[in-house]
T-cell receptor, first 115, second 113 residues
Framework: EPEVTQTPSHQVTQMGQEVILRCVPISNHLYFYWYRQILGQKVEFLVSFYNNEISEKSEIFDDQFSVERPDGSNFTLKIRSTKLEDSAMYFC?????????????FGSGTQLSVL | GENVEQHPSTLSVQEGDSAVIKCTYS??????FPWYKQELGKRPQLIID?????GEKKDQRIAVTLNKTAKHFSLHITETQPEDSAVYFCAASENSGYSTLTFGKGTMLLVSP
């Protein structure tokens, strides 16, 4: 069964540094997402992406964050000048179509620890 | 925006018992309600979903019920097994446009042999 893959599985960084989280969505999917989960809290929507542009973003996704599809397979989340409160599990997801009625397939996540 | 509340946060049952996890949502426009299971260290996986034109859906030992009037939906697992132990997340969204999923906080289900 096709899977969304994410690398790295764990990322440790110093506060103020930039990190790039990488994802390879399922190959025939057209819509891509980033969610995050702070330990013990809800899974929260960050951003959705389609046709090389952001479709929707939450209030969490401020200027510190950016997404990119640098080639035909990768989808990245960049976090500039990381803060302690950015520590969380970041999940990438993809779906065949957009909209809440479409099934999202999640990657296994990147655990980001900001020290 | 949508707000999804999920209860309980932890649930311990004996193998063979039933487990029920409940969620409420706030946005009456929401009409798609998936449930995800996340085993320790693994990705969230969709186990069942329901759309607002249906009141109940069943897949083997798993069922989901939806009450749109009361804005709540529930996951029912019968004949629980130790491998059902995981964190379960409910979610809600509008079935249109660019609507995204809003998740509940999760329920850790522990099934003891």
């Amino acid at each position: 069964e096709p899977e969304v893959t994410q690398t790295p599985s764990h990322q440790v960084t110093q506060m103020g540094q930039e990190v790039i989280l990488r994802c390879v969505p399922i190959s025939n999917h057209l819509y891509f997402y980033w969610y995050r989960q702070i330990l013990g809290q809800k899974v929260e929507f960050l951003v959705s992406f389609y046709n090389n542009e952001i479709s929707e973003k939450s209030e969490i996704f401020d200027d510190q964050f950016s997404v990119e599809r640098p080639d035909g397979s990768n989808f990245t989340l960049k976090i500039r000048s990381t803060k302690l409160e950015d520590s969380a599990m970041y999940f990438c997801a993809s779906s065949e179509a957009m909209g809440g009625g479409e099934k999202l397939f999640f990657g296994s996540g990147t655990q980001l620890s900001v020290l | 925006g949508e707000n999804v509340e999920q209860h309980p946060s932890t649930l311990s049952v004996q193998e063979g018992d039933s487990a029920v996890i409940k969620c409420t949502y706030s946005d009456s426009a929401s009409n798609y309600f998936p449930w995800y299971k996340q085993e320790l260290g693994k990705r969230p996986q969709l186990i069942i979903d329901i759309r607002s034109n249906v009141g109940e859906k069943k897949d083997q030992r798993i069922a989901v019920t939806l009450n749109k009037t009361a804005k709540h939906f529930s996951l029912h697992i019968t004949e629980t097994q130790p491998e059902d132990s995981a964190v379960y997340f409910c979610a809600a969204s509008e079935n249109s446009g660019y609507s995204t999923l809003t998740f509940g906080k999760g329920t850790m289900l522990l099934v003891s042999p």
